[in-house]
């Protein structure tokens, strides 16, 4: 069972325990105001465009029908911005105010993750490391499946953290449906359940935490017998190219934090250090490792056994874990040298993400 850590002298960022979930709260609502803001300032590309063009002034039977004929489509998120979308009927603000709303709740669920990690006074370091990342606030604002989707792996990775923390049948069913929301928004979400059932089992949880996977996974079953056939005519009328060449690996680290080589490699090397230096027990941090190891094979060796081209988007759930490692890597240098490393990095996020904002 994961305990929390003692809190080092003069580590602590917002106080007592009570000051520290208010300062979350306003945390949470300020990042919301933020991505208020930008939202507006990017139009919809064309994938979003599609996503809505199969959600606004159509039933849902027929926006069910549009995502099953999708390679990998999947109808949570259909279905939730199809209500929620022509419920206010704007399809633009509407769409964004829903992506904003999943992003708010992914940030919510990764403090969440982190104080049950042990590092219950620490959360704003990977909170802002997360919110400044310039893949994370891309997705922040997208109306498309991967916000959701996102925020439903984080807030199953927390889950699992508090059902090994107190098992129990009441906890793992609230793990289970968390979960299988998540792979209804998104499929390579069965990729973090083979990340938490290689964790859990041989813990004390581990019989209600394989038991949970096992029903999630079996959940979707009815949705892929129904949307595989459709899925395969679409693949093989596409021709996609190989889901995998020698130059993938490059991109993985070009794309994977949206800031090119530098910013990704400087990611890896903080976390890197953090794993082996953070107070985090070692349980939480085999945790944050298998969430970002497991996936990254089991995506390449999905598309290439579907014959799906791959795209960085696909490994989102590796950045959360991410960023927990690395600010763990940065608390454990030197306060200098520490400080000129949070100020590159930062400027370097920002860069980043106003080209972003500027490009049309």
């Not at 400044?132 to 997705?139: A, E, V």
Request: glycine share 6%; net charge positive; proline share 6%.
């Amino acid at each position: 069972m994961l305990q929390p850590r003692p809190a080092a002298a003069g580590t602590s960022v917002c106080g007592n325990g009570r000051l520290n979930k208010l300062s979350a709260k306003w945390f949470l609502a300020l990042y919301a105001c933020v991505l208020c803001c930008l939202a507006p300032l990017r139009p919809l590309w064309l994938d979003e465009v599609l996503q809505l063009s199969d959600c606004y002034h159509n039933s849902l039977w027929h926006t069910i029908d549009r995502v099953a004929h999708n390679p990998g489509g999947v109808p949570l998120t259909y279905v939730v911005q199809n209500i929620f979308v022509n419920a206010l009927g704007h399809p633009f603000y509407a769409a964004r105010l829903l992506a904003i709303l999943w992003a708010v709740g992914g940030m919510a669920s990764l403090i969440w993750l982190v104080r049950l990690l042990g590092v219950s006074s620490d959360w704003l370091w990977p909170a802002l490391a997360y919110a400044l990342l310039p893949i994370s606030l891309r997705y922040a604002i997208e109306a498309r499946q991967y916000g959701p989707a996102l925020a439903l792996g984080v807030c199953a990775t927390a889950l699992l953290l508090w059902l090994d923390q107190q098992p129990g049948w009441s906890r793992a069913v609230v793990y289970v449906f968390v979960l299988t929301l998540g792979i209804y928004s998104h499929p390579y979400i069965c990729f973090v359940t083979l990340a938490h059932m290689a964790w859990a089992y041989r813990r004390p949880a581990a019989r209600y935490v394989l038991t949970a996977c096992a029903i999630s996974v079996l959940l979707f079953v009815p949705w892929y017998l129904f949307a595989r056939s459709y899925w395969l005519e679409d693949v093989t009328r596409s021709s996609y190219p190989s889901s995998f060449a020698w130059k993938t690996p490059l991109m993985i680290l070009h794309e994977l934090s949206g800031g090119g080589y530098w910013l990704t490699g400087a990611m890896l090397a903080l976390a890197v250090y953090g794993y082996r230096r953070s107070q985090i027990p070692d349980s939480g941090k085999q945790l944050l490792l298998l969430c970002i190891l497991v996936p990254v094979p089991s995506v390449l060796v999905a598309n290439t056994l579907f014959r799906y081209f791959f795209a960085i988007r696909q490994l989102l759930f590796i950045v959360p874990p991410l960023c927990v490692l690395a600010t763990e890597g940065l608390r454990a240098i030197e306060n200098r040298a520490r400080l000129v490393i949070v100020i590159a990095l930062t400027i370097g996020a920002l860069v980043y993400d106003v080209r972003w904002f500027k490009l049309n």
